[in-house]
């Protein structure tokens, strides 16, 4: 892991096509604004991972839980 120090309003270059700004600092909280094209995906983190747990849980689904549902789905048209 690169670790650098900044400070307001200087930035950070990642490649030729993603710029880090960091923005403000107020006590624990840093404000960063990231530049990079469409196709990069930017995420926070915690999002990435809950929706990373979230994918896990839905391919552990098995077959079964399937005819479950789609039982309660037809049970519940009639």
Do not use: C, Y
């Not at 915690?46 to 549902?69: C, G, Q, S």
């Not at 789609?70 to 049970?75: A, S, V």
Request: proline fraction near 3%; hydrophobic fraction near 40%.
């Amino acid at each position: 892991m690169l670790v650098l120090s900044r400070r307001a309003g200087e930035s950070i270059r990642i490649g030729e096509d993603i710029e880090v700004h960091l923005l403000e600092v107020r006590g624990d909280t840093v404000r960063v604004g990231i530049q990079a094209p469409k196709s990069v995906k930017v995420w926070r983190n915690e999002l990435f991972e809950a929706v990373a747990m979230e994918n896990k849980a839905a391919a552990k689904v098995t077959p079964l839980d399937l005819r479950d549902l789609f039982k309660k789905q037809d049970d519940g048209r009639r």
